[in-house]
């Protein structure tokens, strides 16, 4: 019979231990457990929580970015989460990637291809399947927006350039990146995104849009189609 977190000493039960000592104390699976509540007959909060974190396929032990992309059914393999403590932590991933987002996106300026990768890593690089977003910036290269264009399999993305294009032919953008991902962690390019990128190069210059770059994001690696170039005055310039 597992020890139920009500009998444990007041400074080793996590709601306990928070107010006594700041969140900052508390373990990964201490701070789950708070957004679990409750365990089960078998398992504490504290137990289940483990349980979820033994699902992440990471060694760093204070990487918890895998939570993100874990699915409600994944989490509820474990007996004792159900769909309301799935549908909990699956809320709590989704706001730690909005927190992520740029508040103000009027006030970044993207100068260079690390610019783009800082912004999006921690968003994309545990997607399970390939995502494509597109920057939108204006003359002087300041965000102005960032457009979800296409979600792919686990492999590739396809997509016609008018896909990518509507939406900064709408808002008369200057310029624009793509970013996307490759679950594998890899983020060298593929035939496909090269020919891809080509594409809508050529298209975009027709319409008087700068496709500035393409950045591929991996696990904790980018990659730029483009050879990490930085953007200065509109014009590509190698770093």
Same mark, same amino acid.
């Given at each position: 019979?597992?020890?139920?977190?009500?009998?444990?000493?007041?400074?080793? *039960?996590?709601?306990?231990?928070?107010?006594?000592?700041?969140?900052a104390?508390?373990?990964?699976?201490?701070?789950?457990?708070?957004?679990?509540?409750?365990?089960?007959?078998?398992?504490?909060?504290?137990?289940?929580?483990? @349980?979820?974190?033994s699902?992440g396929?990471?060694r760093d032990?204070?990487d918890?970015a895998?939570l993100q992309?874990?699915?409600?059914?994944?989490?509820?393999? %474990?007996?004792g989460?159900? @769909?309301?403590?799935a !549908?909990?932590l699956?809320? +709590?991933?989704?706001?730690t /990637?909005r927190?992520? *987002?740029?508040?103000?996106?009027?006030?970044?300026?993207?100068?260079?291809?690390?610019d783009?990768?800082?912004?999006?890593?921690?968003?994309? @690089?545990?997607?399970?399947?390939?995502?494509?977003? =597109?920057? &939108?910036?204006?003359?002087?290269n300041f965000?102005? /927006? %960032?457009v979800?264009?296409?979600?792919?399999?686990?492999?590739?993305?396809? =997509?016609?350039p @008018?896909? +990518?294009?509507?939406?900064?032919?709408k808002?008369?953008?200057?310029?624009?990146?793509l970013?996307?991902?490759?679950?594998?962690?890899?983020?060298?390019?593929?035939?496909?995104?090269?020919?891809?990128?080509?594409?809508?190069h050529?298209?975009?210059? %027709?319409?008087?849009?700068?496709?500035?770059?393409?950045? &591929?994001?991996?696990?904790?690696?980018f990659?730029?189609i !483009?050879? #990490?170039?930085?953007?200065?005055? #509109?014009?590509?310039?190698?770093?």
């Amino acid at each position: 019979m597992p020890v139920k977190v009500k009998d444990l000493p007041p400074s080793e *039960r996590p709601y306990e231990k928070l107010a006594l000592y700041g969140e900052a104390k508390l373990s990964n699976a201490e701070l789950l457990a708070i957004i679990i509540k409750t365990g089960t007959k078998e398992d504490t909060s504290i137990g289940l929580a483990q @349980k979820v974190l033994s699902l992440g396929d990471t060694r760093d032990d204070q990487d918890l970015a895998f939570l993100q992309a874990l699915s409600i059914e994944e989490l509820m393999s %474990i007996k004792g989460i159900g @769909k309301v403590k799935a !549908f909990q932590l699956k809320a +709590v991933g989704e706001l730690t /990637k909005r927190m992520a *987002r740029p508040t103000n996106s009027h006030k970044i300026a993207i100068t260079r291809s690390q610019d783009v990768a800082n912004l999006l890593m921690q968003e994309l @690089k545990n997607e399970k399947r390939e995502i494509l977003k =597109l920057l &939108i910036l204006n003359s002087k290269n300041f965000l102005l /927006k %960032i457009v979800d264009v296409a979600v792919g399999g686990t492999n590739h993305i396809s =997509l016609e350039p @008018k896909h +990518v294009l509507y939406e900064p032919i709408k808002m008369q953008a200057a310029n624009i990146i793509l970013v996307h991902n490759h679950p594998s962690g890899d983020p060298n390019p593929s035939n496909a995104d090269i020919l891809m990128t080509e594409r809508i190069h050529e298209v975009a210059d %027709i319409m008087g849009i700068n496709l500035l770059d393409h950045i &591929i994001i991996g696990n904790d690696k980018f990659k730029s189609i !483009f050879k #990490n170039r930085a953007y200065q005055n #509109n014009v590509l310039r190698k770093e």
